[in-house]
Protein backbone atom coordinates (compact mmCIF):
# COMPACT_ATOMS: atom_id res chain seq x y z
CA UNK A 1 0.00 0.00 0.00
CA UNK A 2 2.69 2.54 1.00
CA UNK A 3 4.57 4.10 -1.43
CA UNK A 4 7.43 2.08 -3.21
CA UNK A 5 10.37 3.15 -1.98
CA UNK A 6 14.02 1.88 -4.23
CA UNK A 7 18.17 2.90 -3.23
CA UNK A 8 20.74 2.10 -5.57
CA UNK A 9 24.12 3.24 -6.65
CA UNK A 10 25.19 3.52 -10.42
CA UNK A 11 29.17 3.23 -10.31
CA UNK A 12 30.98 4.98 -12.94
CA UNK A 13 34.98 4.81 -12.80
CA UNK A 14 35.51 7.88 -14.93
CA UNK A 15 32.87 10.70 -14.66
CA UNK A 16 33.09 13.61 -17.17
CA UNK A 17 30.13 15.21 -15.80
CA UNK A 18 29.79 17.00 -12.07
CA UNK A 19 27.03 19.16 -10.76
CA UNK A 20 27.25 22.72 -9.41
CA UNK A 21 24.70 23.66 -6.75
CA UNK A 22 21.92 21.64 -6.13
CA UNK A 23 18.85 21.55 -8.73
CA UNK A 24 14.99 21.10 -8.73
CA UNK A 25 12.91 20.02 -11.41
CA UNK A 26 9.22 19.21 -12.49
CA UNK A 27 5.69 18.32 -11.04
CA UNK A 28 4.48 15.41 -9.83
CA UNK A 29 1.42 15.20 -12.75
CA UNK A 30 0.72 12.30 -13.48
CA UNK A 31 2.45 10.08 -15.86
CA UNK A 32 5.59 12.68 -14.98
CA UNK A 33 7.85 13.32 -11.79
CA UNK A 34 10.15 15.72 -10.11
CA UNK A 35 13.29 15.43 -9.12
CA UNK A 36 16.48 16.75 -7.39
CA UNK A 37 19.48 16.45 -8.47
CA UNK A 38 22.99 17.54 -6.72
CA UNK A 39 26.55 16.91 -6.28
CA UNK A 40 27.85 13.95 -3.33
CA UNK A 41 31.30 12.87 -3.72
CA UNK A 42 31.06 8.83 -3.23
CA UNK A 43 33.77 7.36 -5.65
CA UNK A 44 32.41 8.29 -8.78
CA UNK A 45 28.90 6.46 -8.33
CA UNK A 46 25.68 8.10 -8.90
CA UNK A 47 22.51 7.17 -6.65
CA UNK A 48 19.54 7.08 -6.84
CA UNK A 49 16.26 7.57 -4.08
CA UNK A 50 12.94 7.18 -5.78
CA UNK A 51 9.37 7.22 -4.45
CA UNK A 52 6.93 5.49 -6.53
CA UNK A 53 3.00 3.97 -6.55
CA UNK A 54 4.31 2.20 -9.09
CA UNK A 55 5.80 -1.43 -7.65
CA UNK A 56 7.07 -4.35 -9.69
CA UNK A 57 9.84 -2.69 -12.14
CA UNK A 58 12.74 -2.31 -9.70
CA UNK A 59 14.74 -3.83 -12.60
CA UNK A 60 13.41 -1.50 -15.24
CA UNK A 61 14.29 1.49 -12.85
CA UNK A 62 17.95 0.17 -13.05
CA UNK A 63 18.13 0.18 -16.26
CA UNK A 64 17.16 3.83 -17.38
CA UNK A 65 19.29 4.99 -14.21
CA UNK A 66 22.23 2.62 -15.33
CA UNK A 67 21.60 4.14 -19.12
CA UNK A 68 21.59 7.62 -18.24
CA UNK A 69 24.50 7.51 -16.72
CA UNK A 70 26.37 5.59 -19.08
CA UNK A 71 25.17 8.14 -21.78
CA UNK A 72 25.91 11.18 -19.84
CA UNK A 73 29.08 10.17 -17.76
CA UNK A 74 27.55 12.10 -15.13
CA UNK A 75 29.41 10.78 -11.63
CA UNK A 76 29.38 12.00 -7.82
CA UNK A 77 25.65 12.75 -7.78
CA UNK A 78 22.70 12.07 -5.96
CA UNK A 79 19.17 11.82 -7.68
CA UNK A 80 15.89 11.71 -5.99
CA UNK A 81 12.71 11.35 -7.71
CA UNK A 82 8.94 11.48 -6.62
CA UNK A 83 7.77 9.35 -9.25
CA UNK A 84 3.82 9.65 -10.37
CA UNK A 85 3.57 6.74 -12.93
CA UNK A 86 6.31 8.11 -15.33
CA UNK A 87 6.86 5.76 -18.43
CA UNK A 88 10.49 5.04 -18.83
CA UNK A 89 10.62 7.53 -21.50
CA UNK A 90 9.98 10.29 -19.69
CA UNK A 91 12.30 9.57 -16.91
CA UNK A 92 15.50 9.36 -19.28
CA UNK A 93 13.62 12.73 -20.61
CA UNK A 94 13.73 14.60 -17.34
CA UNK A 95 17.05 12.97 -16.45
CA UNK A 96 18.28 14.53 -19.65
CA UNK A 97 16.62 17.86 -19.09
CA UNK A 98 17.74 17.93 -15.28
CA UNK A 99 21.23 17.54 -16.30
CA UNK A 100 21.47 20.24 -18.98
CA UNK A 101 19.70 22.83 -16.80
CA UNK A 102 22.02 22.01 -13.56
CA UNK A 103 25.07 22.13 -15.99
CA UNK A 104 23.89 25.15 -17.76
CA UNK A 105 23.74 27.24 -14.74
CA UNK B 1 13.98 27.00 -14.87
CA UNK B 2 12.39 29.65 -17.22
CA UNK B 3 14.01 32.95 -17.59
CA UNK B 4 11.87 35.53 -16.00
CA UNK B 5 11.83 38.07 -19.31
CA UNK B 6 10.33 35.13 -21.04
CA UNK B 7 7.94 34.02 -18.15
CA UNK B 8 6.66 37.66 -19.41
CA UNK B 9 4.87 37.17 -22.29
CA UNK B 10 4.33 33.14 -21.49
CA UNK B 11 0.88 32.15 -21.35
CA UNK B 12 -0.72 32.47 -17.68
CA UNK B 13 -2.82 29.01 -18.72
CA UNK B 14 0.46 27.14 -19.61
CA UNK B 15 2.59 28.43 -16.93
CA UNK B 16 3.45 25.62 -13.85
CA UNK B 17 2.77 26.77 -10.22
CA UNK B 18 6.41 27.96 -9.83
CA UNK B 19 7.01 30.29 -13.03
CA UNK B 20 3.37 31.71 -11.98
CA UNK B 21 5.16 32.95 -8.32
CA UNK B 22 8.34 34.00 -10.37
CA UNK B 23 6.64 35.99 -12.58
CA UNK B 24 4.19 37.72 -10.57
CA UNK B 25 7.09 39.27 -8.70
CA UNK B 26 10.01 41.67 -9.98
CA UNK B 27 13.09 39.93 -11.83
CA UNK B 28 14.50 37.88 -9.56
CA UNK B 29 13.10 39.23 -6.12
CA UNK B 30 11.27 36.18 -5.39
CA UNK B 31 12.61 34.08 -2.17
CA UNK B 32 10.54 30.46 -1.80
CA UNK B 33 9.48 29.21 1.85
CA UNK B 34 9.47 26.20 2.05
CA UNK B 35 10.45 24.66 -1.28
CA UNK B 36 11.07 21.47 -2.53
CA UNK B 37 14.69 21.55 -1.53
CA UNK B 38 13.34 21.88 2.10
CA UNK B 39 11.50 18.19 1.30
CA UNK B 40 8.22 18.67 3.40
CA UNK B 41 5.45 16.14 1.21
CA UNK B 42 2.38 14.85 2.52
CA UNK B 43 2.97 12.44 5.49
CA UNK B 44 -0.38 11.15 4.70
CA UNK B 45 -0.20 10.09 0.94
CA UNK B 46 2.71 8.10 1.21
CA UNK B 47 1.25 5.79 3.53
CA UNK B 48 -1.59 5.77 1.06
CA UNK B 49 0.59 4.70 -1.18
CA UNK B 50 -0.03 7.83 -3.57
CA UNK B 51 2.61 9.74 -5.20
CA UNK B 52 3.71 12.75 -3.22
CA UNK B 53 5.76 16.26 -3.95
CA UNK B 54 8.59 18.06 -1.77
CA UNK B 55 6.26 21.17 -1.96
CA UNK B 56 2.89 19.50 -1.78
CA UNK B 57 1.55 21.37 -4.66
CA UNK B 58 2.06 24.47 -3.76
CA UNK B 59 4.76 27.64 -4.28
CA UNK B 60 4.76 29.76 -1.11
CA UNK B 61 7.38 33.06 -0.69
CA UNK B 62 7.93 36.74 -0.96
CA UNK B 63 9.20 38.87 -3.48
CA UNK B 64 8.89 42.58 -4.74
CA UNK B 65 7.03 44.23 -7.34
CA UNK B 66 8.59 47.95 -7.66
CA UNK B 67 8.53 49.11 -3.46
CA UNK B 68 5.58 46.62 -2.45
CA UNK B 69 6.85 43.49 -1.00
CA UNK B 70 4.43 40.63 -2.53
CA UNK B 71 3.51 37.62 -0.21
CA UNK B 72 2.44 34.57 -3.36
CA UNK B 73 0.92 31.27 -2.87
CA UNK B 74 0.59 29.49 -6.03
CA UNK B 75 -1.13 26.39 -6.66
CA UNK B 76 -0.08 23.81 -9.13
CA UNK B 77 -3.13 21.54 -10.56
CA UNK B 78 -1.09 18.63 -11.94
CA UNK B 79 -0.09 17.60 -8.59
CA UNK B 80 -3.51 16.18 -7.33
CA UNK B 81 -5.78 18.95 -8.89
CA UNK B 82 -4.20 21.38 -6.61
CA UNK B 83 -5.90 19.86 -3.59
CA UNK B 84 -5.24 21.49 -0.40
CA UNK B 85 -3.98 19.00 2.39
CA UNK B 86 -2.31 19.39 5.61
CA UNK B 87 1.05 20.51 4.66
CA UNK B 88 -0.04 22.37 1.52
CA UNK B 89 -2.56 23.71 3.79
CA UNK B 90 -0.34 25.53 6.51
CA UNK B 91 1.47 26.71 3.97
CA UNK B 92 -1.28 28.72 2.38
CA UNK B 93 -2.18 29.88 6.12
CA UNK B 94 1.27 30.67 7.37
CA UNK B 95 2.06 33.08 4.08
CA UNK B 96 -1.23 35.61 5.12
CA UNK B 97 -0.08 35.45 8.92
CA UNK B 98 3.45 36.37 7.69
CA UNK B 99 2.58 39.02 5.77
CA UNK B 100 0.04 40.71 8.32
CA UNK B 101 3.05 40.20 11.08
CA UNK B 102 5.03 41.88 8.23
CA UNK B 103 2.65 45.28 8.48
CA UNK B 104 2.33 44.94 11.70
CA UNK B 105 5.96 45.44 12.46
CA UNK B 106 6.22 48.21 9.92
CA UNK B 107 3.63 50.18 11.22
CA UNK B 108 4.73 49.71 14.80
CA UNK B 109 8.29 51.08 13.73
CA UNK B 110 7.02 53.78 11.44
CA UNK B 111 2.94 54.89 11.75
CA UNK B 112 3.40 56.69 8.69
CA UNK B 113 4.84 53.75 6.66
CA UNK B 114 3.46 54.55 2.46
CA UNK B 115 1.05 52.48 1.14
CA UNK B 116 3.34 51.49 -1.43
CA UNK B 117 5.68 49.83 0.97
CA UNK B 118 2.77 48.06 2.69
CA UNK B 119 2.57 44.17 2.16
CA UNK B 120 0.21 42.51 -0.06
CA UNK B 121 -1.18 38.99 -0.58
CA UNK B 122 -1.36 37.50 -4.10
CA UNK B 123 -2.78 33.59 -4.40
CA UNK B 124 -2.73 32.21 -7.68
CA UNK B 125 -5.65 29.35 -7.35
CA UNK B 126 -5.67 26.36 -8.94
CA UNK B 127 -7.43 23.83 -7.02
CA UNK B 128 -10.78 21.68 -6.48
CA UNK B 129 -10.69 22.37 -2.55
CA UNK B 130 -10.13 19.63 -0.45
CA UNK B 131 -7.44 16.75 -0.97
CA UNK B 132 -10.06 13.89 0.13
CA UNK B 133 -6.79 11.92 1.44
CA UNK B 134 -6.32 14.10 3.53
CA UNK B 135 -9.74 15.59 4.60
CA UNK B 136 -9.78 16.81 7.83
CA UNK B 137 -6.91 18.60 7.82
CA UNK B 138 -7.76 20.37 4.50
CA UNK B 139 -11.44 21.71 5.60
CA UNK B 140 -9.08 23.21 8.52
CA UNK B 141 -6.70 24.87 6.28
CA UNK B 142 -9.88 26.25 4.77
CA UNK B 143 -11.14 27.58 7.73
CA UNK B 144 -7.48 28.67 8.62
CA UNK B 145 -7.28 30.42 5.87
CA UNK B 146 -10.24 32.32 6.50
CA UNK B 147 -10.00 33.13 9.25
CA UNK B 148 -6.56 35.23 8.58
CA UNK B 149 -8.40 36.71 5.72
CA UNK B 150 -10.53 38.49 8.01
CA UNK B 151 -7.60 39.32 9.97
CA UNK B 152 -6.00 40.46 6.86
CA UNK B 153 -8.73 43.00 6.02
CA UNK B 154 -8.40 46.88 6.43
CA UNK B 155 -4.39 45.97 6.64
CA UNK B 156 -3.14 43.71 4.25
CA UNK B 157 -5.08 43.63 0.30
CA UNK B 158 -5.70 39.61 -0.16
CA UNK B 159 -5.88 39.05 -4.18
CA UNK B 160 -7.35 36.61 -5.82
CA UNK B 161 -5.64 35.35 -9.39
CA UNK B 162 -7.46 33.24 -10.93
CA UNK B 163 -6.57 31.73 -14.67
CA UNK B 164 -5.02 28.42 -14.74
CA UNK B 165 -6.48 25.01 -16.34
CA UNK B 166 -7.87 23.32 -13.04
CA UNK B 167 -9.57 26.55 -12.40
CA UNK B 168 -10.72 27.49 -8.88
CA UNK B 169 -13.28 25.38 -7.01
CA UNK B 170 -14.78 23.46 -4.03
CA UNK B 171 -14.14 25.18 -0.85
CA UNK B 172 -11.25 27.20 -2.24
CA UNK B 173 -14.20 28.88 -4.37
CA UNK B 174 -15.17 30.48 -1.41
CA UNK B 175 -11.95 31.23 -0.10
CA UNK B 176 -11.18 33.32 -3.53
CA UNK B 177 -15.09 34.66 -3.20
CA UNK B 178 -14.12 36.18 0.68
CA UNK B 179 -11.08 37.70 -0.74
CA UNK B 180 -10.54 41.30 -1.16
CA UNK B 181 -10.60 41.70 -4.92
CA UNK B 182 -10.16 38.68 -7.82
CA UNK B 183 -8.06 38.77 -11.16
CA UNK B 184 -9.08 36.59 -13.68
CA UNK B 185 -8.22 35.77 -17.30
CA UNK B 186 -10.84 34.77 -20.47
CA UNK B 187 -9.09 31.17 -19.25
CA UNK B 188 -10.19 31.19 -15.85
CA UNK B 189 -13.09 29.31 -13.84
CA UNK B 190 -14.09 29.97 -10.35
CA UNK B 191 -17.28 27.93 -8.99
CA UNK B 192 -18.12 25.88 -6.19
CA UNK B 193 -19.43 22.11 -7.29
CA UNK B 194 -17.65 21.78 -10.23
CA UNK B 195 -19.22 21.21 -13.51
CA UNK B 196 -18.64 17.23 -13.42
CA UNK B 197 -20.12 16.96 -9.84
CA UNK B 198 -23.37 18.87 -11.15
CA UNK B 199 -24.04 16.84 -13.68
CA UNK B 200 -23.70 13.82 -11.48
CA UNK B 201 -25.77 15.09 -8.57
CA UNK B 202 -28.43 16.81 -10.44
CA UNK B 203 -28.41 15.48 -14.16
CA UNK B 204 -27.16 15.46 -17.44
CA UNK B 205 -30.46 18.07 -18.56
CA UNK B 206 -29.63 20.24 -16.08
CA UNK B 207 -26.10 20.97 -16.55
CA UNK B 208 -24.39 18.95 -19.25
CA UNK B 209 -20.12 18.79 -18.08
CA UNK B 210 -19.17 17.72 -21.46
CA UNK B 211 -20.29 20.82 -23.01
CA UNK B 212 -16.96 23.15 -22.70
CA UNK B 213 -19.16 26.16 -24.26
CA UNK B 214 -22.20 25.72 -21.21
CA UNK B 215 -19.11 25.54 -18.37
CA UNK B 216 -17.27 28.11 -19.71
CA UNK B 217 -20.74 30.31 -19.97
CA UNK B 218 -21.63 29.40 -16.60
CA UNK B 219 -18.39 29.19 -14.38
CA UNK B 220 -15.74 30.94 -17.07
CA UNK B 221 -14.36 34.60 -16.24
CA UNK B 222 -16.65 36.54 -19.15
CA UNK B 223 -19.23 35.61 -16.71
CA UNK B 224 -18.03 36.22 -13.38
CA UNK B 225 -16.96 39.80 -14.88
CA UNK B 226 -20.09 40.52 -16.21
CA UNK B 227 -21.78 39.39 -12.74
CA UNK B 228 -19.18 41.23 -10.61
CA UNK B 229 -17.80 37.98 -9.07
CA UNK B 230 -14.82 38.63 -10.31
CA UNK B 231 -13.25 42.42 -10.34
CA UNK B 232 -10.77 42.74 -13.13
CA UNK B 233 -10.60 40.38 -16.42
CA UNK B 234 -6.95 40.49 -18.16
CA UNK B 235 -5.30 39.45 -20.76
CA UNK B 236 -3.87 35.48 -20.74
CA UNK B 237 -0.17 36.44 -20.02
CA UNK B 238 1.98 36.27 -16.63
CA UNK B 239 2.82 40.22 -17.38
CA UNK B 240 -1.12 41.35 -17.44
CA UNK B 241 -1.44 39.65 -14.48
CA UNK B 242 1.22 41.55 -12.65
CA UNK B 243 0.76 44.34 -14.40
CA UNK B 244 -2.90 44.55 -12.75
CA UNK B 245 -1.34 43.28 -9.23
CA UNK B 246 0.83 46.42 -9.89
CA UNK B 247 -2.04 48.48 -10.34
CA UNK B 248 -3.86 47.33 -6.87
CA UNK B 249 -0.34 47.40 -5.02
CA UNK B 250 0.08 50.66 -4.35
CA UNK B 251 -3.73 51.60 -4.20
CA UNK B 252 -5.15 52.66 0.08
CA UNK B 253 -6.70 49.77 2.00
CA UNK B 254 -9.63 51.16 2.06
CA UNK B 255 -10.09 51.51 -1.35
CA UNK B 256 -10.34 47.51 -1.28
CA UNK B 257 -13.43 47.07 0.80
CA UNK B 258 -15.55 48.23 -2.26
CA UNK B 259 -14.26 45.56 -4.24
CA UNK B 260 -15.21 42.83 -1.47
CA UNK B 261 -18.11 40.42 -2.41
CA UNK B 262 -18.56 39.56 1.43
CA UNK B 263 -18.58 40.91 4.85
CA UNK B 264 -20.69 44.09 4.80
CA UNK B 265 -24.66 44.72 5.19
CA UNK B 266 -24.15 46.72 2.01
CA UNK B 267 -22.61 43.40 -0.13
CA UNK B 268 -25.43 41.02 1.62
CA UNK B 269 -28.32 43.42 0.25
CA UNK B 270 -26.36 43.06 -3.08
CA UNK B 271 -26.29 39.39 -2.67
CA UNK B 272 -30.32 39.14 -1.92
CA UNK B 273 -31.23 41.60 -5.04
CA UNK B 274 -29.24 38.70 -7.07
CA UNK B 275 -31.28 36.14 -5.77
CA UNK B 276 -34.63 37.93 -6.68
CA UNK B 277 -33.30 39.03 -9.46
CA UNK B 278 -33.20 35.11 -10.36
CA UNK B 279 -36.27 34.19 -9.29
CA UNK B 280 -38.02 37.31 -11.19
CA UNK B 281 -35.42 36.27 -14.80
CA UNK B 282 -35.40 32.75 -14.28
CA UNK B 283 -32.38 32.49 -16.89
CA UNK B 284 -31.91 29.19 -18.77
CA UNK B 285 -28.55 30.45 -19.66
CA UNK B 286 -26.13 33.07 -18.09
CA UNK B 287 -26.60 34.75 -21.67
CA UNK B 288 -29.90 35.71 -20.43
CA UNK B 289 -28.63 37.56 -17.92
CA UNK B 290 -26.07 39.20 -19.88
CA UNK B 291 -29.00 40.36 -21.92
CA UNK B 292 -30.40 42.07 -18.82
CA UNK B 293 -27.19 43.53 -17.83
CA UNK B 294 -27.66 45.08 -21.54
CA UNK B 295 -25.47 43.36 -23.24
CA UNK B 296 -27.50 43.27 -26.96
CA UNK B 297 -26.14 40.33 -28.57
CA UNK B 298 -24.41 38.64 -25.98
CA UNK B 299 -23.91 35.13 -28.03
CA UNK B 300 -21.63 37.17 -30.13
CA UNK B 301 -20.25 38.89 -26.85
CA UNK B 302 -19.32 35.53 -25.82
CA UNK B 303 -17.35 34.63 -28.79
CA UNK B 304 -15.72 38.24 -29.08
CA UNK B 305 -12.00 38.37 -28.07
CA UNK B 306 -10.33 40.12 -25.15
CA UNK B 307 -10.24 43.90 -26.42
CA UNK B 308 -13.83 43.69 -27.67
CA UNK B 309 -15.35 42.00 -24.88
CA UNK B 310 -13.63 44.64 -22.62
CA UNK B 311 -14.35 47.90 -24.91
CA UNK B 312 -18.43 46.23 -25.31
CA UNK B 313 -19.56 44.48 -22.18
CA UNK B 314 -21.63 46.00 -19.79
CA UNK B 315 -21.30 44.37 -16.24
CA UNK B 316 -24.81 43.46 -14.20
CA UNK B 317 -25.70 46.53 -11.90
CA UNK B 318 -28.28 45.49 -9.30
Known sequence: ?105 | MTKWTDLQSASFLESNARDRALGLVDEGSFTEFCGPMDRRPSPHLGVLGDAVEYDDGVVTGVGRIGETPVFVISQEGRFIGGAVGEVHGAKIVNTVRLAIEMLDAMVAKNPDTPEAHKPIVVFSFETGGVRLHEANAGLLAHAEFMDQVQKARGKVPVIAVIGSKVGCFGGMGFVAAAMDAIVMSEFGRLGLTGPEVIEQEMGREEFDSSDRGLVFRTTGAKHKYIMGDCNFLVKDSVAAFRAQIADLAVLPIADFEAMRRIGSEAAVDKQLALVALAVELQPKDSLDVWAHAGNEAPAELNDAPYEEFIAKAQRLAV
Open chain 1, 1 to 105: MALNQLNFSIENASPTVALGEAFHLGVVGSGDLEMIIESKEQGGAVSFQILSPVTGFDDLWKRVADAFVRESGLGNAHIEINDNNATPAVVMLRLRQALAEATAR
